[in-house]
T-cell receptor, first 115, second 114 residues
């Protein structure tokens, strides 16, 4: 069965430091992969997505992610974190099930940013 | 601008009451979804719908009901049978059969039992 694992429940970084959030997926075919961000009390906003082509994808807010098929990973990175990046981040993989476009989400990683 | 509107933002329910959460989209999306979010548990799928008058149970449908009378609307009713309804509820929509699209989410409704 398809699944998404985000190994880190909580991560704390200092403002200005680099960030990497891990995501591993289990999927037989070419995966369609997504990263979403959720600020407290808000809905989820799409940061970036990958489905083909260049394995390094750029997203909004200065984020990027790299697809590595050999490692079944799609890690999210940012060179320099801002205090406003404190939020919860969700990785997801898409598949068709019964005609539906279904997203399977990881459990999320909560990011705290120290000043 | 197109998007998904969830209302109300905050909702309080007394024990034994049914309450209905609204979800409206003007994106012309076919599919709509309801998720429940609890701290530390990620997103859990309650119900989803592909077309008008059709919907399917997700992973945690017990104690919930939905309707899809219009393409734009997918209200969720939390019934008295749901023993622990306090949570954050998210509605989402998507295009059918386009895996590269992902979901568009509403801003959520926080339901609290009082």
């Amino acid at each position: 069965a398809q699944s998404v694992t985000q190994p880190d429940i909580h991560i704390t970084v200092s403002e200005g430091a680099s960030l990497e959030l891990r995501c591993n997926y289990s999927y037989g075919a070419t995966p369609y992969l997504f990263w979403y961000v959720q600020s407290p009390g808000q809905g989820l906003q799409l940061l970036l997505k990958y489905f083909s082509g260049d394995t390094l994808v750029q997203g909004i807010k200065g984020f990027e992610a790299e697809f590595k098929r050999s490692q079944s990973s799609f890690n999210l990175r940012k060179p320099s974190v801002h205090w406003s990046d404190a939020a919860e981040y969700f990785c997801a993989v898409a598949r068709i099930s019964g005609g539906y476009n279904k997203l399977i989400f990881g459990a999320g990683t909560r990011l705290a940013v120290h000043p | 601008d197109g998007g998904i509107t969830q209302s109300p933002k905050y909702l309080f329910r007394k024990e034994g009451q049914n309450v209905t959460l609204s979800c409206e989209q003007n994106l012309n999306h076919d599919a709509m979804y309801w998720y429940r979010q609890d701290p530390g548990q990620g997103l859990r799928l309650i119900y989803y719908s592909q077309i008008v008058n059709d919907f399917q149970k997700g992973d945690i449908a017990e104690g919930y009901s939905v309707s899809r009378e219009k393409k734009e609307s997918f209200p969720l009713t939390v019934t008295s049978a749901q023993k622990n309804p306090t949570a954050f509820y998210l509605c989402a929509s998507s295009l059918l059969g386009q895996l590269n699209y992902g979901y568009t989410f509403g801003s959520g409704t926080r339901l609290t039992v009082v």
